[in-house]
């Protein structure tokens, strides 16, 4: 089962928002700047994935480019990091829209 929560990095004001697999794996991540709500990284497990078997390392380049590069390993512990929270799946497909919408246009 699939949840959803964000946390902060105080050090670099940048808010980070999750979506987990049943394994606790980010299938999804969005980040987005404190000052500004500006969206800096919009990845996905699913199309990395996709990437890595279907195309060739300039492909990857440019979604890692665009995109930025997905989290790696479990994410255990995400309860005990600053304001740290549950969310809506509602909520995490917002955020991943407008980002990816952001994102998309940068490129």
């Known amino acids: 089962m699939a949840t959803w929560f964000r946390t902060y990095y105080e050090d670099e004001d940048l808010w980070l928002y999750f979506e987990a697999d049943g394994e606790g794996w980010a299938a999804r991540q969005v980040e987005v700047r404190g000052q500004d ?39 255990d512990g995400w309860q005990d990091q600053p304001q740290a929270a549950e969310i809506t799946v509602e909520e995490f497909e917002r955020l991943w829209t407008e980002a990816r919408r952001a994102l998309g246009d940068s490129a």
């Open 37 to 75: 709500s500006r969206p800096v990284t919009a990845a996905s497990l699913e199309e990395v994935l996709h990437l890595r078997d279907h195309a060739d390392l300039a492909a990857m380049f440019r979604y890692e480019r665009q995109y930025v590069v997905l989290a790696e390993g479990p994410m």
